[in-house]
């Protein structure tokens, strides 16, 4: 069965870092693309950040570069978001991705970590 289990979600103030984490299981985490969407309440589906498994590079929306880092654990099949200079509008469930075409195909999701940011 894959599972994607985020955690580190959680009530933080503006201007404060989280760092969201994903386990991967059951199917080859290796091989996939993996990254991070979200959705704030009203709102589409954002992709926020990928990366790529075979080269190791990382890819940001606008929206979060300079803010956001992705990183990856292949030996625990884990992916990692790092949050920092959080602001309000990053309020949103955030969502575990992976695919193999650098998360714009998305074959599996995550169930959801609630980020609430304070103003």
């Known amino acids: 069965e894959v599972q994607l289990v985020e955690s580190g979600g959680g009530l933080v103030q503006a201007g404060d870092s989280l760092r969201l984490s994903c386990a991967a299981s059951g199917f080859a985490f290796d091989d996939y693309d993996v990254g991070w969407f979200r959705q704030a309440p009203g709102k589409e589906r954002e992709w926020l950040s990928c990366?790529?498994?075979?080269?190791?590079?990382?890819y940001y929306a606008d929206s979060v570069k300079g803010r956001f880092t992705i990183s990856n654990d292949n030996a625990k099949n884990t992916v990692y978001l790092q949050m920092n200079s959080l602001k309000p509008e990053d309020t949103a469930v955030y969502y575990c991705?992976?695919?193999?075409?650098?998360?714009?195909?998305?074959?599996?999701w995550g169930q959801g970590t609630q980020v609430t940011v304070s103003s």
């Open positions: 990366i790529g498994n075979s080269d190791g590079r990382t």
């Open positions: 991705v992976a695919d193999r075409y650098y998360c714009s195909d998305v074959k599996y």
